[in-house]
């Protein structure tokens, strides 16, 4: 093929066609869920990354590699169009790729970057057979300067190294007819179900498994959920009942469903009932049908799934989306007429993982649950423990220092510090009876299912004789403390022999983190213990994928996660998605997108996301981790695109913009941990993404009242916007010795008051989501009043 004729080809035949002519040429290619055929079966069947290295007799000449993997189940004749970049030293090129099911391919090209070069992309596209599907953008960097780099990434010798790759999808347009959004009405199978209409409706919500009224009665759904001794879950079930009810009424324009416990002869349903005669495959599994004679059925084996299945039929089937938390995160929508329509319905799900523990940090549950990320109500969940099992103030250091962290002069390691106290000795006869004990007691709670045994966040571990021995008995080497997984998994099996009978099948938990991350040498865990693998933003690389090999921390990583999926029954999975520092543009869709898939085909079982809610600039991230917590093969394009429609309405454009070039700035961003800091500085994007706010914000101006939700959305990313470009300007403006201090005194009170009004503006309330969490606005506050402190003090010293 020539360099041109394959594009020209697939451009000319673009050009041509009509718009009535694009739709049906698009159906000849499209499967029956509206999707070009051409296209692999799901997004990460392809991956692509690329690599450089310059030439061996030419230095100038520097040769891009893109490497290119089927992990797909079909072939793609995969087609690669890179343009000219004169800044970059490059002439364009294109070629074509035929990937047999599981190859890897690679596809060269050469540049020849001009003295002083800094920062250059290439740009592309790339296409499967004869849809073009994907952009393409290579990130070329410059020699370093001589001096520091940023910490944690690879000194740049040569003349110039490609950093990232970036190749998502072209905006696509079958999302609404794709399994992974809202049933399509067209999809709908007959006979319909006319739920509710014009203000009325016929039917009842029957929840079999509510309690009855003390006289026999039906309880309101008030008193249902005042009675004490409600059983695990039923709180979150009668919330989900409560939507239920609530959106159908908004859907029709005020009908709203009764809910008893039994229903009169002849009456019409949305039946909850637990079916204990099914062998379930997960706590949250359930079935919706619906029968030819209207009548709507939710069975689980328990509550937690009934739950599930009401946001199942909610979401799934009657287009009801919580985007975000809070009033303003909320589209029911309001059909003509009133008209609320579902076809025929015969499902069974259930989630991909064991547990998950939501992705709003625990600030807003019912959203969680809502997103159907609330799963096994979270209950695989722990953290630093040992200073719960044994303290100071009931085992003195002086009175009992056999049973403490010491080091080789006998001397107790005492850490008093607020991310960690002091360990214990984990090899102490007294220490183990105690911890068993503790262990017993807890676990002993029904609704228990995993109790922790991690140590003291990076505090030191014990150096005693006992505790070298016990390392040593395992082939460890190191006595420095700082490698002591063999010993922390002999402690869990410890503690698991001592365990009671009853609570042997539950679980023992230890992070695999800080001293604890590598694999052990040779000691072999129960079958109960549990990990917990966490992706470290300081140590690992948040630009890419884990799986992606061009970052050595990656590499380890994905190899540390390889391992422990063999060795654990129950892995779980820690990652960041809501930043604790840095509160402005955090893109993690791209990475998560290929990382949670990773992390569950490499055995991975549960989840527990740090999402912070810091919802403005967080709140995509945790709104498809979340979906992905439940569904983890959706489709991620899939729910973005319905995330831009019908979130922000008329600014859908602009807004996809804004979210989609975050993720852009990111995945081409240099390789090396630390990411959210060092993308701040990347030119230019703090003013290209306030274009698109500014773009999003002219549309919304004078839309009519019912539609000021989407003005609300926008302006509430703006604010989150806001926050991070001021932690960033000021950093850089005003934090030196060389700012002019009444130029700093100036903008530390207006960056204070600005803080103030929108801690008023975003107070707890019902409308909003989180806008920062509370305990989070000292740490953006405090450079500004450190700054003013300073600043006064020179002004007042007459510097």
């Given at each position: 093929?020539?360099?041109?004729?394959?594009?020209?080809?697939?451009?000319?035949g673009?050009?041509?066609?009509t718009?009535?002519?694009?739709?049906?040429?698009c159906?000849?290619?499209?499967?029956v869920e509206?999707?070009?055929?051409?296209?692999p079966?799901?997004?990460?069947?392809?991956?692509i990354?690329?690599?450089s290295?310059?030439?061996?007799?030419?230095p100038?000449?520097?040769?891009?590699?893109?490497h290119?993997?089927?992990r797909?189940?079909?072939?793609?004749?995969?087609?690669?169009?890179?343009?000219?970049?004169a800044?970059?030293?490059?002439?364009?090129?294109?070629?074509?790729?035929?990937?047999?099911?599981?190859?890897?391919?690679?596809?060269?090209?050469?540049?020849?970057?001009?003295?002083?070069?800094?920062?250059?992309?290439?740009?592309?596209?790339?296409?499967?057979?004869?849809?073009?599907?994907?952009?393409?953008?290579?990130?070329?960097?410059?020699a370093?300067?001589?001096?520091?780099?940023?910490?944690g990434?690879?000194?740049?010798?040569?003349?110039?190294?490609?950093?990232?790759?970036?190749?998502?999808?072209?905006?696509?347009?079958?999302?609404?007819k794709?399994?992974?959004?809202?049933?399509?009405?067209?999809?709908r199978?007959?006979?319909?179900?006319?739920?509710?209409?014009?203000?009325?409706?016929?039917?009842?919500i029957?929840?079999?498994?509510m309690?009855?009224?003390?006289?026999?009665?039906t309880?309101s759904?008030?008193?249902?959920?005042a009675?004490?001794?409600?059983r695990?879950?039923?709180?979150?079930?009668?919330?989900?009942?409560?939507?239920?009810?609530?959106?159908v009424?908004?859907?029709?324009?005020?009908?709203?469903?009764?809910?008893?416990?039994?229903?009169?002869?002849?009456?019409?349903a949305?039946?909850?009932?637990?079916n204990?005669?099914?062998?379930?495959?997960?706590?949250?599994?359930?079935?919706?049908?619906?029968?030819?004679d209207?009548?709507?059925?939710?069975?689980?084996?328990?509550?937690?799934?009934?739950?599930?299945?009401?946001?199942?039929?909610?979401t799934?089937?009657?287009?009801?989306?919580?985007f975000?938390?809070?009033?303003?995160?909320?589209?029911?929508?309001?059909?003509?007429?009133?008209?609320?329509?579902?076809?025929?319905?015969?499902?069974?799900?259930?989630?991909?993982?064991?547990?998950?523990?939501?992705?709003?940090?625990?600030s807003?549950?019912?959203?969680?649950?809502?997103?159907?990320?609330?799963?096994?109500?979270?209950?695989?969940?722990?953290?630093?423990a040992?200073t719960?099992?044994?303290?100071?103030?009931?085992?003195?250091?002086?009175?009992?220092?056999?049973?403490?962290?010491?080091?080789?002069?006998?001397?107790?390691?005492?850490?008093?510090?607020?991310s960690?106290?002091?360990?214990?000795?984990?090899?102490?006869?007294?220490?183990?009876?105690?911890?068993?004990?503790?262990?017993?007691?807890?676990?002993?709670?029904p609704n228990?299912?995993?109790?922790?045994?991690?140590?003291?966040?990076?505090?030191?571990?014990?150096?005693?004789?006992?505790?070298?021995?016990?390392d040593?008995s395992?082939?460890?080497?190191?006595?420095?403390?700082?490698?002591?997984?063999?010993r922390?998994?002999?402690?869990?099996?410890?503690?698991?022999d001592?365990?009671?009978?009853?609570?042997?099948?539950?679980?023992?938990?230890?992070?695999?983190?800080?001293?604890?991350?590598?694999l052990?040498?040779?000691?072999?865990p129960?079958?109960?213990?549990?990990?917990?693998?966490?992706?470290?933003?300081?140590?690992?690389?948040?630009?890419?994928?884990?799986?992606?090999?061009?970052?050595?921390?990656?590499?380890?990583?994905?190899?540390?996660?390889?391992?422990?999926?063999?060795?654990?029954?129950q892995?779980?999975?820690?990652d960041?998605?809501?930043?604790?520092?840095?509160?402005?543009?955090?893109?993690?869709?791209?990475?998560?997108r290929?990382?949670l898939?990773?992390?569950?085909?490499?055995?991975?079982?549960?989840?527990?996301?740090?999402?912070?809610?810091?919802?403005?600039?967080?709140?995509?991230?945790?709104?498809?981790?979340?979906?992905?917590?439940?569904?983890?093969?959706?489709d991620?394009?899939?729910?973005?695109?319905?995330?831009?429609?019908?979130?922000?309405?008329?600014?859908?454009?602009?807004?996809?913009?804004?979210?989609?070039?975050?993720?852009?700035?990111?995945?081409l961003?240099?390789?090396?941990?630390h990411?959210?800091?060092?993308?701040?500085?990347?030119?230019?994007?703090?003013?290209?993404?306030?274009?698109?706010?500014?773009?999003a914000?002219?549309?919304?101006?004078?839309?009519?009242?019912?539609?000021?939700?989407?003005?609300?959305?926008?302006?509430?990313?703006?604010d989150?916007?806001?926050?991070?470009?001021?932690?960033?300007?000021?950093?850089?403006s005003?934090?030196?010795?060389?700012?002019?201090?009444?130029?700093?005194?100036?903008?530390?009170?207006?960056?204070?008051m600005w803080?103030?009004?929108?801690?008023?503006?975003?107070?707890?309330?019902?409308?909003?989501?989180?806008?920062?969490?509370s305990?989070?606005?000292?740490?953006?506050?405090?450079?500004?009043a450190?700054?003013?402190?300073?600043?006064?003090?020179?002004?007042?010293?007459?510097?």
């Open positions: 093929m020539n360099r041109i004729g394959f594009w020209a080809r697939l451009m000319m673009c050009a041509m066609l718009a009535a002519g694009a739709a049906a040429g159906a000849a290619m499209e499967t509206g999707k070009p055929t051409d296209l079966t799901n997004y990460r069947d392809l991956q990354y690329a690599t290295e310059a030439d061996a007799d030419d100038g000449l520097i040769e891009v590699t893109v290119l993997v089927n797909g189940r079909r072939t793609l004749p995969t087609h690669i169009r890179l343009s000219a970049n800044a970059a030293g490059f002439e364009g090129a294109e070629g074509s790729v035929r990937l047999m099911r599981g190859a890897k391919k690679t596809w060269t090209c050469t540049l020849r970057p001009p003295d002083g070069m800094t920062y250059e992309i290439l740009t592309g596209e790339i296409a499967f057979g004869d849809t073009r599907a994907r952009e393409l953008h290579i990130a070329v960097q410059g370093d300067p001589e001096g520091d780099i940023p910490k990434v690879e000194r740049i010798d040569e003349k110039a190294r490609v950093v990232g790759t970036h190749a998502p999808r072209l905006q696509i347009d079958w999302w609404q794709h399994r992974s959004s809202s049933i399509h009405p067209d999809q199978v007959g006979p319909l179900i006319t739920l509710a209409e014009a203000g009325k409706t016929d039917y009842v029957v929840a079999v498994v309690p009855s009224a003390d006289d026999g009665g309880l759904l008030d008193e249902w959920a009675r004490e001794g409600l695990p879950g039923e709180d979150m079930l009668i919330g989900a009942v409560r939507d239920l009810q609530r959106c009424s908004v859907m029709s324009g005020g009908g709203e469903m009764r809910v008893e416990r039994g229903r009169a002869a002849g009456r019409r949305i039946v909850l009932a637990l204990p005669d099914v062998d379930w495959p997960h706590n949250d599994s359930y079935h919706l049908k619906t029968t030819r209207g009548d709507v059925r939710i069975e689980a084996g328990e509550l937690d799934g009934l739950r599930q299945g009401i946001y199942g039929l909610l799934g089937h009657l287009d009801c989306h919580w975000m938390p809070g009033e303003m995160g909320e589209e029911i929508p309001q059909p003509e007429g009133g008209r609320v329509v579902i076809g025929q319905i015969d499902e069974r799900r259930s989630p991909t993982f064991f547990s998950g523990f939501g992705t709003s940090w625990g807003h549950r019912d959203w969680d649950c809502r997103n159907r990320s609330y799963i096994n109500r979270g209950r695989m969940v722990y953290g630093h040992w719960g099992f044994v303290s100071e103030a009931g085992y003195a250091y002086d009175e009992f220092p056999d049973m403490w962290a010491r080091g080789r002069d006998g001397n107790v390691l005492i850490r008093r510090h607020s960690g106290s002091t360990n214990f000795c984990s090899t102490s006869p007294e220490v183990i009876e105690i911890v068993a004990r503790k262990v017993n007691e807890r676990l002993r709670d228990a299912l995993v109790t922790s045994l991690d140590p003291n966040d990076y505090a030191p571990m014990c150096l005693c004789d006992r505790c070298l021995a016990l040593a395992y082939g460890v080497t190191e006595q420095d403390g700082t490698y002591v997984t063999d922390l998994i002999h402690f869990s099996n410890e503690i698991y001592r365990m009671d009978e009853e609570n042997k099948e539950k679980f023992l938990g230890i992070l695999v983190y800080a001293f604890q991350i590598e052990p040498t040779s000691a072999v129960h079958p109960n213990h549990a990990g917990m693998v966490c992706n470290m933003g300081w140590t690992y690389d948040h630009t890419r994928p884990f799986t992606d090999p061009t970052d050595p921390t990656n590499r380890e990583f994905y190899e540390l996660i390889k391992g422990w999926g063999e060795l654990l029954g892995f779980g999975y820690y960041y998605y809501g930043h604790w520092a840095h509160f402005g543009p955090w893109g993690q869709v791209q990475k998560m290929e990382d898939v990773a992390f569950r085909d490499l055995g991975g079982t549960y989840l527990m996301l740090e999402c912070q809610p810091n919802f403005p600039m967080a709140g995509l991230n945790h709104y498809i981790s979340g979906r992905l917590s439940w569904d983890v093969d959706a991620v394009d899939v729910l973005l695109e319905e995330f831009f429609t019908k979130f922000y309405g008329p600014a859908a454009g602009p807004m996809r913009s804004f979210w989609m070039d975050i993720e852009k700035y990111y995945a961003l240099r390789a090396g941990p990411g959210a800091e060092r993308v701040r500085h990347t030119p230019g994007m703090w003013e290209a993404l306030r274009a698109h706010l500014d773009e914000q002219a549309i919304t101006a004078s839309l009519p009242a019912e539609q000021k939700r989407f003005a609300d959305r926008i302006e509430f990313t703006r989150g916007f806001e926050m991070g470009w001021r932690q960033y300007n000021f950093e850089v005003y934090t030196s010795q060389k700012a002019d201090a009444q130029e700093t005194l100036a903008a530390a009170d207006e960056h204070l803080l103030t009004r929108m801690k008023e503006k975003y107070a707890p309330g019902t409308y909003w989501p989180t806008y920062l969490p305990y989070y606005y000292a740490r953006v506050e405090k450079p500004f450190e700054a003013k402190t300073k600043a006064a003090e020179r002004l007042s010293a007459g510097g």
